[in-house]
């Protein structure tokens, strides 16, 4: 969501680069550029004027001391990161839960933002974490929306309180009490209120929720706002605040290609923090808010910390202990071993947007590296492992020309891509005892190479330099690599 924003911050900060010294017009002139790249993001007026005043009188106020230092522009890149944390909120924030249960959290906000699927994302999120939430189901109003709950209820199998049918039909009010009756009767130590939303802001639609809010008394009110919207979602969120009030945000959709104002203006402006993020249309696309990574992100530096909790979450500590033993033996690293990664790497989800959170993948090269990367490879990759006996993936020396032939037939691909696979791991395994030796220069994770990221997933392939010529014959070329 945030490409175009990341692009005009990186080009205004080039700007800046290789400048011995800085002079007020240089920060008036990089001000002015991050002023507009916000505007054009959707972000509201007012916000981008006060964020970029900020940013001119710290620039200003330092401007003598910043011109002392070796790096110049990165004196005034850290105080464009300071600024835009506090204005995504400073620091996450997490549920607030009641002293006594259960913790009872309404959803509010317009119709289309996504608050019954993020219920169920919402559910499953608490519920990995050792609580018993239960979903009740007060949008009565919304079309087949009761039904709609239940599905999602039971994807992630979180229970749903629904004994209504709805499309018009029951009391809503009367729903989110026996709702949180029966909640206490089955020990369940969390509540999530679905309730339901309008085309529009009205009066009708503020009554219904400050009516549920006052009748059921929730620890938290979480305004759910689609971030595509735009400049409508700040004066949405004012309406909602005035309205019903809230306690914190939880953005949907921030996978879209909206321009992402949303984000950077509703905490500002509301004063509440945003508190989760939908990323995906999957039920695992969902997490905390982290101010500082997502500014991360938006200043090219990357999300480290939320792909390797994403990377722990994928590989199971058995899985990274058997890799791990196996470097530090000396042991080889099978095809065996590359398919559990596999694996892992598709639960991450995708591939695309996880190498997104890489340092520097806005930059032009890498950004259209990422255009062409075909997440659709990995499943292709898996297949042609998959193809293979358990003495071909242990041992991928004995691949002659006819067991290729046979894999190729198996997993529907071409001799070729099983060749380029081979070639790729073999060259793999040689890197990690490169890395076990001390001769490779390198200190990736047990396996990492063995992914093979560049060459698989990429559609276009990049034209290779000329190699020295090499046997014919795939059992003894592989013998000799």
Known sequence: MFDNLASKFSSAFSSL???????????????????????????????????????????ELVLDEVNKSTNPSQAIFNIVNEELIT??????????????????????????????SLAGKLAKYLKDQGNTPLLVASDLQRPNAVTQLQVVGESVKVPVFAPEPGNGVGDPIRVAKDGIKFAQDKLHNIVIVDTAGRLGVDAELMEQAKKIRDAIEPDEVLYVVDAMVGQDAVRTALAFQEGVGFDAVVLTKLDGDARGGAALSITQVTGKPIIFAATGEKVTDFDLFYPDRMASRILGLGDIQTLAEQAKNALDSETTAKLEKKFVEGEDFTLDDFLAQLEAMKKMGSMTKLLGMIPGANSGAMKKQLEQFDDSELIK????????????????????????????????REVSEVNSLVERFTGA????????????????????????????????????????????????????S
């Open 17 to 59: 680069r290789g400048k011995g010294r800085l002079k007020s017009g240089d920060i008036s002139e990089i001000v002015a550029e991050i002023k507009s790249a916000l505007l054009d993001s959707d972000v509201a007026i007012s916000v981008a004027e006060d964020f970029t005043q900020k940013i001119q009188e710290r620039a």
């Open 87 to 116: 204005i995504l909120g400073g620091s996450a924030r997490r549920i607030r839960f009641a002293k006594k249960p259960p913790t009872v959290i309404l959803l509010t906000g317009l119709q289309g933002a996504g608050k019954t």
């Open 381 to 412: 990759t898996q297949a042609i492992v998959q193809s293979m006996t358990p003495l071909e993936r242990n041992d991928p020396k004995v691949l002659n020309g006819s067991r290729r032939s046979r894999i190729a037939k198996g997993s529907g």
């Open 429 to 480: 395994q040689k890197m990690m005892k490169q890395m076990r030796t001390g001769k490779g220069g390198m200190t990736l994770p047990p396996g990492m190479g063995g992914m093979g990221m560049p060459a698989a997933p990429i559609k276009k392939q990049q034209s290779q330099s000329k190699k020295k010529s090499r046997s014919g014959n795939p059992a003894k070329r592989a013998l000799e």
